[in-house]
């Protein structure tokens, strides 16, 4: 049973668009998130996170928001620009330590000139 | 910067070869782990390693085993690859604000 979801295996968005990537969790018991960015045959790296105290965290054209109720976190990268072309993974944490993450299977991010 | 270096980008090993993944971190981190990615799955935890020697099962440990005789380095071990294990595996570190990955070894058993 997956208890990080991320329904969307791809998604294609315009240069220069708002690019929103969806994450779903099932487990109430998460108290921090993160979303990681993977180029082909790079490891994943960090993009930005947030804690369940916050509902919004800001860096730069990234965004991520955080919808406790509906178990729900997006990613907003605006404006999209080639180099966001990734796979894009949402991973979730219990009792606010990274020491195990659980994944989603990762939403590949394709930006069109 | 944390830094975690894995041994070998590409490896082509053929079936029922013993296989070692070498991973190592500079920064004195307790936590390590070995994921594999493979498309539509996502990043599975094989192992996890929490101190020198000490080592968990993750969400799948089957034909896999791992060594940490020190804290820098944690190894991954295909006792006998089967082309079921053909996956891009990824090692990881972390502490307290995050996860360092290496940048992956695409292992093919042929």
């Known amino acids: 049973d997956q208890q990080v979801k991320q329904n969307s295996p791809s998604l294609s968005v315009q240069e220069g668009r708002i690019s929103i990537l969806n994450c779903d969790y099932t487990n109430s018991m998460f108290d921090y998130f993160l979303w990681y960015k993977k180029y082909p045959a790079e490891g994943p790296t960090f993009l930005i996170s947030i804690s369940s105290i916050k509902d919004k965290n800001e860096d730069g054209r990234f965004t991520v928001f955080l919808n406790k109720s509906a178990k729900h976190l997006s990613l907003h990268i605006v404006p999209s620009q080639p180099g966001d072309s990734a796979v894009y993974f949402c991973?979730?944490?219990?009792?606010?330590?990274?020491?195990?993450?659980?994944w989603g299977a990762g939403t590949k991010l394709i930006i069109k000139p | 910067d944390v830094k975690v270096t894995q041994s070998s980008r590409y490896l082509v090993k053929r079936t029922g070869e013993k296989v070692f993944l070498e991973c190592v971190q500079d920064m004195d981190h307790e936590n390590m782990f070995w994921y594999r990615q493979d498309p539509g799955l996502g990043l599975r935890l094989i192992y996890f390693s929490y101190d020198v020697k000490m080592k968990e099962k993750g969400d799948i440990p089957e034909g896999y085993s791992v060594s940490r005789e020190k804290k820098e380095r944690f190894s991954l071990i295909l006792e006998s690859a089967s082309t079921n294990q053909t996956s891009m595996y990824l090692c990881?570190?972390?502490?307290?604000?995050?996860?360092?990955f290496g940048s992956g070894t695409r292992l093919t058993v042929v």
């Open positions: 990881a570190s972390s502490f307290a604000t995050g996860v360092t």
């Open positions: 991973a979730a944490s219990p009792g606010g330590s990274n020491y195990q993450l659980i």
